[in-house]
């Protein structure tokens, strides 16, 4: 057994305006699932992107304009958007505070596809020895 302690994960800086920190993934021990959180300046957040499996987004404190494909809607706290597997969707803080968002992957291993790119980005993986 093993507990996550989320204190023990370090912040990254994942694009301006942007901090994330895992929580569980392969790295920790996870088979089947890719937790983080997110913390987005106003007008900051993630651009379009895809994920090859499904993705839960919550909103913990703030708003959020989401988007799936043209569809827009804005959440606020405690509201979730279930994004299906392979659909490019995104998310900007349109509030005036910061904004947390919490984020389930039906993977161990963060993987997405930016808008129009062709190359998979693969975050907290297993490292190699």
């Not at 919550?58 to 606020?76: F, K, P």
Request: charged letters at 20%; hydrophobic letters at 45%.
């Amino acid at each position: 057994m093993k507990a996550v302690i989320p204190e023990d994960d370090a912040w990254e800086a994942w694009r301006p305006g942007v901090e994330s920190r895992m929580l569980v993934s392969a790295r920790n021990g996870a088979a089947q699932l890719c937790i983080f959180e997110q913390w987005a300046a106003p007008g900051a957040g993630a651009p379009t992107h895809s994920h090859p499996v499904e993705e839960v987004l919550t909103v913990r404190e703030g708003e959020a304009e989401m988007w799936i494909g043209d569809a827009h809607i804005t959440l606020s706290a405690g509201q979730s958007l279930i994004v299906p597997a392979g659909r490019l969707h995104g998310f900007r803080n349109c509030g005036t505070s910061k904004l947390h968002i919490h984020a389930v992957l039906a993977s161990p291993i963060f993987e997405a596809v930016p808008e129009g790119a062709t190359e998979v980005t693969r975050r907290w993986s297993i490292p190699s020895s």
